[in-house]
């Protein structure tokens, strides 16, 4: 397969979905253990830690549906 066929799929809509679910999942445990401490002891977010715990899962998700389809024939 192509790398724009298998970009084309990978952004599609269930490869998408589960890449979500898995940033979702991953990012609030990440969140919750980067950040908890801080939370419980009233001291405001911090913005890029909070999108980065949600967006490298995303990415690894989205990146290993990618090259599976690229693999694949």
């Given at each position: 397969?192509?790398?724009?066929?298998?970009?084309?799929?990978?952004c599609?809509?269930?490869?998408?979905?589960?890449?979500?679910?898995?940033a979702?999942?991953?990012?609030?445990?990440?969140?919750?253990?980067?950040?908890?401490?801080?939370?419980?002891a009233?001291?405001?977010?911090?913005?890029?830690?909070?999108?980065?715990?949600?967006?490298?899962?995303?990415?690894?998700?989205?990146?290993?549906?990618?090259?599976?389809?690229?693999?694949?024939?």
């Amino acid at each position: 397969m192509t790398p724009k066929e298998a970009l084309r799929r990978t952004c599609s809509r269930a490869p998408l979905r589960r890449s979500l679910t898995v940033a979702v999942a991953v990012g609030t445990v990440l969140n919750a253990i980067n950040q908890g401490p801080e939370l419980i002891a009233g001291h405001p977010l911090i913005i890029w830690k909070f999108a980065l715990n949600y967006f490298v899962p995303f990415a690894v998700a989205s990146y290993g549906c990618y090259w599976a389809f690229r693999s694949s024939d």
